[in-house]
């Protein structure tokens, strides 16, 4: 039935696979952020430290790191259907059991391990196992539409959500987005599949002919290094894994260091709880044309350049935020959502594309997904790390210059690990035979 409608669409089936991420990643990954506004309920309800609390957040970034290898094998196997139900299940079970929480280890459980787990199947970590596999010529383009369902449900959710939160309390929030991931994701992932092959269709929608499977090969810069049959443990024995490895590392601490805390942070600068949640917001709002169109852009300049471009994007918000106590209002507010959303989520559309290119096989699945234990770990160490050094310091200064320190460390590992080195993006394909 699938392969019929692929066939009488007057598109490529592949914007239709690109339509389903973007509504997965919409609700599932606002589903992990809607922790930064459910953090400030919990604390005033039990009154636990931050650094216990956000631990829970820390937790399910373990838990996602210690699963993400399985899951590349699982995505191998059985595909995205499975891969993506198994994902909202498990994240509508840990909101809709969440409600029931009294103990830290109740919420540990549930919206640390549970939506972790969940979130980490239908985030960035499973779509990119089989996304990049329909496009070629434009798959910095079309991951970047896709992931940019992450700031449309931002906006149109959490400002929502923190209404409802303020009205009903968070445990009413919690089994809103449950039952929200359940009703309309469990039917809408029906309509994934691996690979357009299984379509009788080719990458990109072209004509699958020899003459356009030998177009595709054209970008290859290092034949020998394509012509290698990539394992995990092959992969594990290049620098080049390892560079990859650090870059996601540091850009996950950064990232999710600041999405945890900055709610928090902005409402004890002076700030409302309404406009720091609309600063959530409008941080993945501003992300949804930063994204795109530095996913077009990685098309034509090369995944290492934009890859810098959003860590500069992370250095810029962490300076504006240095800046807030001595500077308090919202033109620096401004600076930070922009410096976050449109230039440092950018980071998104290149995630899937950097080990692609470099590691592109029938075994991607199992690297990429030990590649994104390391991002994954980040993820956990960056919330946990900065509400350490506020427990034990009274202040975020610390944490926030080294997180600084962290995007500067993975704008330099991408530029090590060269993907252009091995697969050149479809601009510098054409600008060479120009």
């Known amino acids: 039935m699938i392969e019929k409608l692929a066939r009488r669409l007057p598109f490529y089936y592949g914007w239709i696979v690109v339509g389903v991420v973007f509504v997965t990643m919409a609700i599932c990954v606002n589903a992990r952020t809607a922790?930064?506004?459910?953090?400030?309920?919990?604390?005033?309800?039990?009154?636990?430290?931050?650094?216990?609390?956000?631990?829970?957040?820390?937790?399910?970034?373990?838990?996602?790191?210690?699963?993400?290898?399985?899951?590349?094998?699982?995505?191998d196997r059985h595909g995205p259907r499975l891969v993506m139900e198994l994902g909202v299940a498990a994240t509508a079970a840990g909101l809709l059991l969440a409600t029931f929480a009294g103990q830290p280890w109740h919420v540990y459980l549930t919206l640390g391990m549970l939506v972790g787990a969940g979130t980490t199947f239908t985030g960035y970590t499973g779509q990119a196992l089989f996304l990049p596999n329909w496009f070629v010529r434009r798959r910095g383009l079309a991951i970047s539409v896709a992931f940019a369902g992450v700031g449309f449900g931002s906006i149109v959710m959490l400002p929502a959500l923190q209404t409802f939160v303020e009205r009903n309390g968070w445990r009413a929030g919690c089994t809103l987005l449950g039952v929200l991931a359940l009703v309309v994701l469990?039917?809408?992932?029906?309509?994934?599949?691996?690979?357009?092959?299984?379509?009788?269709l080719a990458?990109?929608?072209d004509a699958d002919t020899p003459a356009a499977a030998q177009a595709r090969r054209v970008n290859v810069v290092d034949a020998t290094w394509a012509a290698v049959d990539w394992t995990l443990a092959r992969a594990?024995?290049?620098?080049?894994?390892w560079w990859i490895a650090v870059a996601y590392f540091a850009a996950l601490f950064s990232w999710?260091?600041?999405?945890?805390?900055?709610?928090?942070?902005?409402?004890?600068?002076?700030?409302?709880?309404?406009?720091?949640?609309?600063?959530?917001?409008?941080?993945?709002?501003?992300?949804?044309?930063?994204?795109i169109a530095l996913g077009w852009l990685s098309d034509r300049i090369g995944r290492e350049i934009v890859w810098a471009i959003g860590n500069l994007g992370f250095c810029i918000t962490y300076l504006?935020?240095?800046?807030?106590?001595?500077?308090?209002?919202?033109?620096?507010?401004?600076?930070?959502?922009?410096?976050?959303?449109?230039?440092?989520?950018g980071l998104t559309s290149v995630v899937g594309a950097i080990p692609a290119e470099i590691f592109e096989g029938r075994h991607y699945g199992p690297i990429f997904g030990t590649l994104m234990l390391s991002a994954l770990a980040g993820g956990a160490v960056g919330p946990w790390f900065m509400g350490f050094v506020h427990?034990?310091?009274?202040s975020y200064t610390l944490a926030f210059w080294v997180a600084i320190g962290c995007s500067l460390l993975s704008a330099?590992?991408?530029?090590?690990a060269a993907p252009s080195g091995v697969r050149v993006v479809a601009g510098r394909v054409r600008a060479a035979q120009a």
């Open 320 to 345: 504006a935020l240095l800046a807030l106590p001595a500077y308090p209002g919202m033109p620096l507010l401004y600076v930070m959502v922009l410096a976050q959303g449109a230039i440092g989520y």
């Open 256 to 291: 999710y260091a600041v999405q945890v805390h900055q709610t928090k942070y902005l409402t004890e600068t002076g700030f409302s709880a309404r406009d720091a949640a609309w600063a959530l917001g409008w941080v993945s709002l501003a992300g949804v044309p930063g994204q």
């Open 236 to 241: 594990m024995r290049t620098a080049r894994f």
């Open 391 to 394: 427990d034990r310091s009274g």
């Open 35 to 75: 922790f930064s506004l459910l953090f400030p309920p919990i604390l005033d309800e039990f009154g636990w430290e931050r650094g216990v609390t956000a631990g829970a957040f820390s937790f399910g970034f373990v838990v996602s790191a210690v699963l993400s290898p399985l899951l590349g094998r699982l995505m």
């Open 186 to 200: 469990a039917p809408l992932n029906l309509l994934l599949r691996q690979r357009p092959e299984q379509l009788g």
């Open 203 to 205: 990458p990109d929608g």
């Open 412 to 416: 330099f590992a991408v530029w090590r």
